[in-house]
């Protein structure tokens, strides 16, 4: 069962949905004993409705999570991914979406909002080459953009985050959703910038995996921003 290639019918026999995710605020962490994130309340909502359990199996990037779910370990990647094309050429199958976010410029508490993108010449963006903000940071350099981008391998956006924070980095990215849940609890860091257009986030499957992305998209269609969706939503 560690390493198994499942499809939904497989995964009903055993009565277990692998989800692979990251520890962090917006996916999957623990509270005061109560494991929690909206990723995985989402999900677990969705094997909740096929009376299956949720099994998580934790990694830390994109690649070594697209690298367990090819290798069988689990079924499904819940862990906010933003869809790009980059990931769907790399063969990366993903449902509909079930977030919209925009990606943001973090920068220091006081530190001087940008009204556009050109007033980010002469500064430096720490991400982890792995994500997407990497992509929208090298489009834009591609584009003209006269600022540097510090390659920070293995990173997650919270640590960067806390970078910026304590002085290390002086500027990084997050998802909307993310930073939202981070100035809640800290007053260190702001919002500089909000790139457009919004991203989709989506879970991702293996290419084969076709009657399971049925599932998912079908569970996604009926429940995007209804009731259940908006109040955990709003819980985070």
């Known amino acids: 069962d560690s390493e198994e290639e499942r499809d939904w019918a497989e995964i009903r026999e055993k009565g277990v949905l692998r989800v692979i995710t990251s520890n962090n605020p917006a996916s999957y962490f623990m509270w005061r004993g109560e ?57 990366w199958s993903f449902s509909e979406r079930y977030l919209e976010v925009n990606e943001q410029l973090i920068g220091e508490a006081g530190d001087t909002p940008l009204e556009t993108v050109e007033e980010l010449a002469g500064r430096t ?25 510090l390659e920070v391998e293995n990173a997650s956006t919270e640590m960067l985050i806390d970078g910026v924070a304590n002085g290390d980095y002086d ?6 959703h993310l930073a939202a849940m981070e100035s809640t609890y800290r007053d260190d860091i702001a919002v500089l910038f909000q790139f457009e257009p919004a991203k989709e986030i989506a879970w991702v499957t293996r290419e084969p995996q076709q009657a399971l992305r049925e599932q998912l998209n079908r569970y996604i269609k009926r429940g995007y921003r209804g009731l259940f969706y908006n109040v955990t939503y709003n819980r985070y």
């Open 171 to 176: 500027l990084t990215m997050a998802d909307s």
């Open 125 to 149: 963006v720490a991400v982890n080459p792995e994500t997407a903000y990497y992509d929208t940071l090298k489009a834009l350099q591609e584009a003209g953009g006269t600022f540097e981008i």
């Open 35 to 91: 494991l929690m994130g909206f990723d995985y309340d989402l999900i677990k909502d969705f094997a909740k409705q096929h009376r299956l359990r949720v099994r998580v199996v934790v990694h830390d990037t994109p690649s070594s999570m697209f690298a367990a779910l090819e290798a069988g370990e689990g079924d499904v990647i819940a862990a906010s991914m933003t869809v790009t094309a980059e990931r769907q050429s790399a063969g």
